[in-house]
């Protein structure tokens, strides 16, 4: 089994739905992170969190939000989801370790698109 | 906007060549990563070199890293078809929390 999961793993809906992504991690992370991927973009980092009461914004939070539901549950919601929010959704952890920011590790990703 | 950009966009080699992808970034690290991501999967993590190292090797894996000129390189030497992938810096920048910023990543194909 992946140490990190995220589903669903692809997900088309319509405008104005409220969607919801889920990761789950079984490597004991405290930090856990959602980025999105737009081609030709790379990654740009949505919400973060350090532990369960701990959750910042990114670089690009609007029109999303999130719940640390246990260390290892981190959720993204769209609530009212729009189509330039079409894009592949990534749920990554790390260990706090010695580095301030160390090793990312990412699920499979969570292909989204909004008609 | 990106702290790492990755230059070049795109890169074919035939394999057995050697591959060389360059980063750079905006403002003060504590250390800069390199990722690598097949064709719309996860990123897997290659490699980390912090601010005060000037080299670290992996396997066939080489990364330098110049913070006068706030730039790395990573060189993938006897390249491999399967090397065939989209590889991306990422920079934890200094005096912010522990997160990473990503670059927009270069394409690398490796043909036969």
């Known amino acids: 089994d992946a140490d990190v999961t995220q589903t669903p793993r692809n997900r088309i809906t319509k405008t104005g739905k409220r969607i919801m992504l889920e990761c789950s991690q079984t490597?004991?992370?405290?930090?856990m992170y959602w980025y999105r991927q737009d081609p030709g973009l790379g990654l740009q980092l949505i919400y973060y969190?350090?532990?369960?009461?701990?959750?910042n914004k990114g670089e690009i939070s609007d029109g999303y939000s999130v719940s640390r539901q246990a260390q290892a549950k981190f959720s993204l919601s769209l609530e009212s989801a729009i189509p330039n929010q079409t894009a592949l959704y990534f749920c990554?952890?790390?260990?706090?370790?010695?580095?301030?920011?160390?090793?990312?590790?990412f699920g499979e990703g969570s292909r989204l698109t909004v008609l | 906007s990106q702290q790492g950009e990755e230059d070049p966009q795109a890169l074919s080699i035939q394999e057995g060549e050697n591959a060389t992808m360059n980063c750079s970034y905006k403002?003060?690290?504590?250390?800069l990563q390199w990722y690598r991501q097949n064709s719309g999967r996860g990123l897997v993590h290659l490699i980390l070199?912090?601010?005060?190292?000037r080299e670290k090797h992996s396997g066939r894996l080489r990364v330098t890293l110049d913070t006068s000129k706030k730039s790395s390189s990573l060189l993938i030497t006897a390249s491999r078809a399967a090397d065939t992938a989209s590889y991306f810096c990422?920079?934890?920048?200094?005096?912010?929390?522990?997160?990473?910023?990503f670059g927009t990543g270069t394409r690398l194909q490796v043909t036969l």
């Open positions: 990422a920079t934890d920048m200094t005096g912010t929390a522990s997160k990473l910023t």
């Open positions: 990554a952890t790390s260990d706090a370790g010695t580095e301030n920011t160390g090793e990312l590790f």
């Open positions: 070199i912090r601010s005060n190292e």
């Open positions: 969190s350090f532990d369960v009461k701990d959750i």
């Open positions: 490597k004991g992370h405290d930090r």
């Open positions: 403002t003060s690290i504590n250390n």
